[in-house]
């Protein structure tokens, strides 16, 4: 079992910055990958960006985050960061790390994963 638990979330202005952080236990941290997904009342969760584990980390982002949305990987801490600015109302959701193996070609497909936090509410409001 690997549990992960996210943190950072609240209220933040249009054009603000905010930092979520996703920790990691029960696992051998470097060996996943770690996706952030995010979710809204009535919406599907939506793929935001991942990074790649077992050596050689790449990152992946989709394209309403890129740019704006910066991951980051510390693996002596068991820990995985995004980093969003820039931030508009319809990047409020309900922001969740996952963890799994996926083959890169399912990467950005929530099936993929087996271990979910409880998520971190994002709120985007003047």
């Known amino acids: 079992q690997v549990q992960l638990v996210e943190s950072g979330g609240g209220l933040v202005q249009p054009g603000g910055s905010l930092s979520l952080s996703c920790a990691a236990s029960?696992?051998?941290?470097?060996?996943?990958?770690i996706s952030w997904f995010r979710q809204t009342p009535g919406k599907e969760r939506e793929f935001v960006g991942a990074?790649?584990?077992?050596?050689?980390?790449?990152?992946h982002y989709a394209d309403s985050v890129k740019g704006r949305f910066t991951i980051s990987r510390d693996n002596a801490k068991s820990t995985v960061y995004l980093q969003m600015n820039r931030l508009n109302p319809e990047d409020s959701a309900l922001y969740y790390c996952?963890?799994?193996?996926?083959?890169?070609?399912?990467?950005?497909?929530?099936?993929?994963?087996?271990?979910w936090g409880q998520g971190t509410q994002v709120t985007v409001s003047s």
């Open positions: 029960g696992g051998t941290f470097s060996r996943y990958t």
């Open positions: 990074v790649r584990g077992s050596g050689g980390n790449t990152y």
């Open positions: 996952a963890a799994g193996q996926p083959i890169l070609s399912a990467l950005r497909s929530e099936t993929m994963y087996y271990y």
